[in-house]
């Protein structure tokens, strides 16, 4: 009866490890990829196998692999992102407020709904450099990931597919 407890408990902990290999083999791989980046009018879009990510995740692949380079572009896109919303937010309220004092009965505030405007451009152009910047840090990921991991990929054009390389050195 002992032996089969001891076999059971076993048996448990091997199931259990493997899960947590599993888990551990399936992160690494999902850090590791390439991030594609398209660009638009309101700034780039960034997708994984083709699956489009968040700014987040973008950032959290970025922190993956500890590049001085890539973190300092990292740090400049968080700078002028979060400094364009103070712009964006003022701007905001004066020309929300000028409108608004205009439908309920006042006088329409040319300066402020003007000011308001000139604000939100700023608030805009701030952001598209931090887009700028962040662009930079996945292109420096993604070299980084050629260069030190020895990962990169090659598409074949008119068939949607691309092709992982791998290359070892000692």
Sequence with gaps: MRHLGKNLVTSVLLILMSFAVQTFAEEAEQQFKKIETSGGFFGPSFSVDGNKIKKNDVEKMVHSIEDEEAEAKLRSYKLYHY??????GVGGFLVGYSVGYAAFGGEFL???FLSGCGAIGVGFLLDKLADGDLAKSVNRYNQVLEEDYGISFLSQPGTGRVLLHLS???
């Design 110 to 112: 040319t300066a402020a």
């Design 168 to 170: 070892f050195s000692f």
């Design 83 to 88: 400094t364009s919303l103070v712009p964006s």
